[in-house]
């Protein structure tokens, strides 16, 4: 895999918040389900979401910036960068020049020397007093850790009504288990949550479950930020003599109080009945979500006879559009 910042388009600099909304964008254009004939934007989205694991955790893009594993999280070769090649024979298969001959080390031939022993007093080591036993190059490194396993991916459709409210979900995993899912705060469409453990089995432990979470679009609700908008019809004697009438809510429908020559256009607050807010705990009651606006719309009736009839001649003789000088 390339570098996981050229993945997703960030500096190295790049904030968490920064490094969230670029695979955001890149998940929402590659996602498999919208491009069902072009294989390459699999194999993209594939790669942004691995650059993200890595990056979205902090002690491993710590790692990767500092060289220790590589864009797929493994442990790079501490000794990679050093030669090899110690032999028995002298370069060129002569012997060394300036007179240095075998009988200068005490009888000893190539054949003969510990070569940790050189090592060690090239490179500052030598014999423990107490145990004996050799210290720095005369050590074998230790063994790589073992990969754990791959992760799985799974997709949660929300219905919209329970991520405004943060309702918990039912997820079925691959081992055939069922569990509850708290939804976080503020979550939306492309929202990634990662289940620890919960993936393929591996030498070094199993992999995670990560969940994308699809949020459901609404017939009359829209989301805007942490509020809800939606638009409340009326009947012209409900905005002119003032109703008590019934409004949708995601939490279930709320009785509102019309007041008598109520205006079309009027925007009314419900408190505390708009979209979960991110990072609010449990608890804070309305202070935990935003508030649903309500916008109120006047209609008119289909038949328009009886109601002329009733007007006769009478005319408004207010001047709504005086504003705009006409």
């Not at 009504?161 to 081992?175: E, H, M, N, Y």
């Not at 479950?209 to 459901?216: A, D, Q, S």
């Not at 006769?312 to 504003?323: H, L, V």
Request: glycine share 16%; charged share 30%; proline share 7%.
């Amino acid at each position: 895999m390339r570098d996981p910042y050229g993945t997703l388009g960030v500096a190295r600099t790049a904030s968490e918040k920064e490094v969230k909304s670029a695979y955001r964008k890149l998940a929402k254009e590659f996602h498999p389900d919208k491009n069902k004939d072009n294989p390459k934007a699999a194999e993209r989205f594939s790669d942004a979401t691995k650059a993200y694991d890595l990056l979205s955790d902090k002690a491993k893009r710590a790692q990767f910036d500092r060289g220790e594993i590589d864009a797929d999280g493994n442990p790079l070769n501490p000794f990679g960068g050093m030669g090899g090649g110690f032999g028995r024979g002298y370069p060129g298969g002569g012997r060394p020049s300036g007179g240095f001959r075998d009988q200068e080390f005490s009888g000893m031939t190539p054949d003969d020397m510990d070569l940790g022993d050189l090592f060690e007093g090239l490179f500052g080591g030598g014999r423990s007093r107490n145990s004996g036993a050799k210290r720095g190059f005369g050590q074998r490194p230790p063994p790589p850790p073992k990969k754990r396993g791959a992760d799985i991916q799974y997709r949660l459709a929300v219905p919209f009504v329970d991520a405004a409210s943060g309702k918990d979900q039912r997820i079925t995993l691959a081992d055939g288990k069922t569990i509850n899912l708290k939804l976080p705060g503020g979550v939306e469409d492309g929202t990634q949550m990662r289940l620890k453990g919960k993936g393929h089995a591996g030498p070094g432990g199993n992999g995670d479950g990560i969940v994308i979470v699809e949020v459901g679009s609404h017939p009359f609700f829209v989301r805007d930020g942490d509020h809800i908008r939606m638009d409340l019809p009326l009947t012209l004697d409900e905005a002119i003599r003032g109703a008590k009438v019934k409004c949708p809510t995601a939490d279930g429908p709320v009785m509102l109080t019309i007041k008598p020559g109520t205006n079309g256009g009027t925007v009314m607050r419900l408190a505390g009945r708009g979209w979960t807010r991110s990072g609010a705990k449990s608890g804070d009651g309305s202070s935990a979500r935003g508030d649903q606006l309500v916008t109120l719309e006047i209609q008119l009736p289909e038949d328009l006879d009886a109601l002329n009839e009733t007007l006769g001649d009478w005319e408004d003789p207010a001047k709504p559009r005086e504003k705009f000088g006409f």
